[in-house]
C-alpha cells in the first residue's frame, strides 16, 4: 500500500510520524509533497521518506491519497492532481467545511473519499479521528484507512452531518484544553509555585483525569464528586467556576466552532 500527503505541516507530519512509528507501512511506501524546498528537505530528513515539490508526482504514485493543505488552498490542489485520480484510488480528506458531496464535485468524477479530522495531539501518539465515507468505499477499503488513522491516535466513525460538531469536540479543543492548563498553572504561579513544576502538575493532573474517563467508563460528573468532599477545598472551587460560567463558557464557545467549521 502506497500512501501520499500533498502537504508537509505539522498534521501531515504527525500523521506520517504515528504510520511510520506502528510500521503500518514503511517509508519507502510514502511520498509527501511540500510547497518549498526547505519544507521537502525537513521532511524528508526527519522521516526518510520520499519527498516532491509537485502534488503530481504524489497523486501518480500512491494508493491512498491525503489532502493535508489548509482547507483554502483545497480547490487549487483538486484541480490541479484530478485528472490524474483513479477509480481504485482513495482520497483522503482532513479539511474541516468540505463537504463529500463537494469533494467529489470539485474532483468532476466518481471518486472513492474519506473525510476525517484529526487533532494535533497526533504529534504525541494521541490523536483523536472522527471519520466518515462516501459510498463507493468498500468495508476493506474503509478498514485500511482506519489502520493508517489509529497510526496516531484513536479513531471514531461518525454520520458526515456531524463532521462540524467533530471539529469543536476533538479537532480544535486541544487548544481548550491548553488554555486550561496554562490557566491553572499561572494559578500555581501567583502562589508561588516555579512555571516548569505548574505546567507538570497541571498537564499530568488534565490526562490522569481524562484517563479516568476513559478507563472507568464513569460519568465525568461522578467521577467529579468523587472528588469533591463536603464543605472541603474542591467543591469551593467548583462553586466558583460555576459562578464565573466555565461549563457555558464551553458550550457557547464549541457551538461557536461548530458554526465556524460550517463555513470552512
Not at 38 to 61: C, F, G, H, I, P
Not at 157 to 183: K, R, T, W
Not at 188 to 214: H, I, N, T
Request: aromatic share 4%; net charge negative.
Amino acid at each position: 500500500m502506497k500512501v501520499g500527503f500533498i502537504g508537509g505541516g505539522n498534521m501531515a507530519t504527525a500523521m506520517i510520524g504515528g504510520i511510520l512509528d506502528r510500521n503500518i507501512v514503511g517509508a519507502d511506501d510514502i511520498i509527501v509533497s511540500t510547497k518549498t524546498e526547505k519544507s521537502r528537505e525537513r521532511v524528508q530528513q526527519t522521516y526518510r521518506v520520499q519527498t516532491t515539490l509537485d502534488n503530481r508526482e504524489v497523486a501518480q504514485n500512491c494508493d491512498i491519497l491525503i489532502l493535508a493543505v489548509k482547507p483554502k488552498f483545497y480547490e487549487e490542489v483538486i484541480k490541479d492532481v484530478r485528472d490524474l485520480i483513479r477509480y481504485e484510488q482513495i482520497v483522503v480528506s482532513i479539511a474541516p467545511g468540505k463537504t463529500l458531496d463537494w469533494l467529489e464535485g470539485t474532483v468532476g468524477k466518481p471518486v472513492k473519499l474519506v473525510r476525517c479530522m484529526p487533532n494535533t495531539p497526533a504529534l504525541v501518539g494521541e490523536g483523536m479521528t472522527g471519520v466518515c465515507k462516501n459510498q463507493l468505499l468498500s468495508e476493506e477499503e474503509m478498514k485500511e484507512v482506519c489502520t493508517l488513522l489509529e497510526g496516531f491516535g484513536k479513531v471514531e466513525l461518525v454520520e458526515e452531518s456531524l463532521m462540524d460538531v467533530v471539529v469543536s469536540v476533538s479537532g480544535s479543543s486541544p487548544a481548550y484544553v491548553f488554555l486550561f492548563i496554562e490557566a491553572m498553572a499561572d494559578a500555581a504561579v501567583a502562589d508561588g509555585m516555579p512555571r516548569a513544576q505548574a505546567y507538570r502538575m497541571a498537564a499530568q493532573s488534565v490526562l490522569g483525569s481524562a484517563k479516568m474517563v476513559l478507563e472507568t467508563g464513569k460519568h465525568p460528573g461522578e467521577l467529579k464528586d468523587m472528588v469533591c468532599s463536603p464543605g472541603g477545598t474542591t467543591i469551593e472551587a467548583v462553586r466558583v467556576l460555576e459562578e464565573k460560567g466555565m461549563r457555558s463558557a464551553v458550550i457557547e464557545a464549541m457551538k461557536a466552532c461548530t458554526e465556524k467549521a460550517k463555513g470552512c
